[in-house]
């Protein structure tokens, strides 16, 4: 089975990209983004619509509802996949976790965060740990900060997209032991905070979440509001940008691992060998994703240093952080045209194995013997798809970066002020398309 | 009071792109290229992909080919591995042969067949799913070639 997690179940990937939705793809993101960030966008408009507006009163017994029926179904499916992960079937068809944590949770819960907002806080089985004991466990004193969240996303990324052999059930029930581990000595030792700051999923789907059109308001009450604009609401911390940054680096040596220059590089290499060189592959890809964005930032204040809008403060912080929300939807757009098909598609053989979790031949709903229908979605389909999220995802992280550099900048200062990271998005518009296109 | 203009202009972007794409129906590739991997020719086996002419005895634009394609395994090297491209309605043979015994896996397809020293694997279909699929030894998880069936 291959290196690549996604493809290591069914073994299928995707036709590479036909060059015409290559080009329009490239060329409307570019034209898209010049005219939003020269002629249209004078002013910020996206934290004044972040705050929304409350939902019909009538939907919050519905949310109250579905929050109980949330945290039981995460507690039940955690402990049927531990289950399965430790003492099922050794054959990765037959046994139900490899395929419901890459692909049910890994990227199900990225699609799902982006529709419905924070849906991993009530499925997190850690979470509801956490509510339960609530009164025996210790007053926060944990850290503040998002790095243990992004060295475990570092990790998990590894063992999908390097380690040769992510699919075994047992590694994957390793895996799933180590991740438990840390969460619940967190929890108990520092207190729930711990969650907040070390689950590098919840972490992750938490930010992907702010793209929703609906969230619960402070006072838990929902909220609709406009897609995208809850990520102006994004208060980095230290960490988080390498959180955003884990996500979209590892997408990238996804791509990078499914082209034919990797496929030559690696051709022959097995085991440990393989898991060797994609190691270092993952952390030089992450690593270029990393530079270019960080160098783009630093270039940044050379173009803000003019006059500013009145009563704005001059702004000494971290031009990092404050753009950092704009690279969430790039790194959901990469999510969705690497992993897309392969959900539509895996997705379809959990559905099969729920019936028979464990492999022990057993049919509890019936649908044990359902196969996967590669014909729900034509290749055209997820071609569209595929450049469809790129482009949408690059020309939103463009606007919102132009959003928030007119808050304190007259537009066409705000305007020269994102030329570097514009150059960066760009760079990343095309990289990603050409991976799509010499897969 | 907010202005909606730049929320119009993008929408309309979008859509004017929409249709741009729409436009761009990928073209049905019509191929028949025989891959052979830089390895392969300096090893002893070749590789080699017959297509049969066969005729075009309807006006349909359906171009049907029987391809085969051959992969040896020997030792760790393997010779006609790569990516072999075929048109979606093919029918595909492919036939390996290997020095060890081991089941022959194409992914997606789900098609197996047991190899041995003394016997090639044969696997024959109708490639009618597109993407691109792994043939793999399945035992030793050893990936051979990959089947590209163009949409």
């Not at chain 1, 910020?44 to 039981?72: M, N």
């Not at chain 1, 840390?182 to 711990?194: D, E, K, N, S, Y």
């Not at chain 1, 992280?397 to 960066?424: C, F, M, N, T």
């Amino acid at each position: 089975v291959t290196a690549l997690l996604a493809h290591a179940i069914s073994g299928r990937s995707d036709l590479p990209l036909p060059l015409p939705l290559f080009i329009y793809g490239a060329g409307f993101a570019l034209v898209a983004s010049f005219v939003a960030l020269r002629a249209l966008w004078g002013d910020p408009h996206l934290a004044a619509a972040a705050d929304g507006r409350a939902a019909p009163k009538g939907l919050d017994a519905a949310v109250r509802v579905a929050s109980v029926v949330l945290h039981v179904v995460g507690l039940l499916g955690f402990v049927v996949v531990l289950g399965a992960a430790l003492f099922g079937a050794a054959d990765s068809t037959r046994n139900i976790a490899p395929v419901a944590v890459y692909v049910v949770f890994w990227v199900g819960l990225q699609l799902l965060s982006a529709l419905l907002g924070d849906v991993w806080r009530p499925l997190s089985p850690f979470e509801t740990l956490g509510r339960a004991l609530a009164r025996w466990l210790p007053a926060d004193d944990g850290p503040s900060h998002h790095w243990p969240a992004a060295a475990m996303l570092l990790g998990f990324a590894w063992l999908e997209l390097a380690y040769h052999s992510p699919a075994q059930p047992r590694v994957v029930a390793a895996a799933l032991v180590v991740y438990s581990a840390v969460l619940a000595i967190g929890l108990l030792r520092v207190g729930p905070r711990w969650l907040r700051m070390a689950d590098g999923f919840g972490v992750l789907f938490s930010f992907i979440s702010l793209i929703a059109p609906v969230f619960r308001g402070d006072d838990g009450r929902l909220r609709f509001r406009v897609p995208f604009s809850g990520l102006a609401t994004l208060r980095p911390i230290p960490g988080t940008v390498a959180v955003i940054e884990v996500a979209l680096g590892a997408t990238a040596f996804d791509g990078t691992s499914r082209s034919a220059f990797w496929r030559n590089l690696t051709a022959g290499q097995t085991g440990w060998s393989r898991t060797a060189t994609a190691t270092v592959g993952l952390l030089a890809v992450t690593g270029a994703v990393v530079i270019a964005y960080e160098l783009a930032c630093s270039q940044i204040t050379r173009f803000t240093s003019g006059p500013r809008r009145d009563g704005a403060p001059d702004r000494d912080d971290d031009a990092t952080e404050r753009f950092a929300h704009s690279l969430i939807p790039i790194a959901l757009a990469y999510a969705i045209a690497h992993y897309f098909s392969a959900f539509v598609f895996e997705v379809q053989s959990a559905y099969a194995l729920a019936s028979d979790p464990f492999g022990r031949s057993w049919d509890l709903f019936g649908t044990a013997a359902r196969t996967i229908d590669y014909s729900v979605i034509s290749s055209a389909g997820i071609a569209y798809v595929q450049a469809g999220a790129i482009v949408v995802g690059h020309v939103a992280g463009v606007v919102i970066a132009h959003d928030r550099a007119v808050e304190d900048l007259p537009p066409k200062a705000a305007a020269r002020s994102q030329y570097p990271l514009l150059a960066v998005m760009v760079a990343y518009t095309v990289a990603g398309l050409a991976l799509l296109l010499g897969a | 009071v907010r202005s909606f203009r730049p929320a119009v202009a993008l929408l309309a972007l979008l859509l004017l792109g929409g249709a741009a794409c729409t436009d761009s129906e990928p073209s049905p590739v019509v191929e028949t290229t025989t891959s052979v991997t830089a390895a392969a020719s300096t090893s002893v086996a070749t590789v080699t992909t017959v297509t049969r002419a066969t005729g075009s005895s309807s006006t349909s634009t359906t171009v049907s080919a029987a391809q085969e394609i051959r992969i040896t395994v020997a030792g760790s090297q393997v010779t006609g591995g790569g990516r072999h491209k075929v048109p979606r309605g093919a029918t595909v043979r492919i036939i390996v042969t290997a020095d060890v015994s081991d089941e022959v896996h194409l992914h997606g397809y789900d098609k197996k067949a047991d190899v041995t020293p003394a016997a090639p694997a044969t696997i024959e279909l109708v490639a009618n799913i597109p993407g691109v699929f792994e043939i793999e030894l399945e035992k030793r998880a050893k990936q051979l070639a990959q089947l590209e069936v163009t949409g």
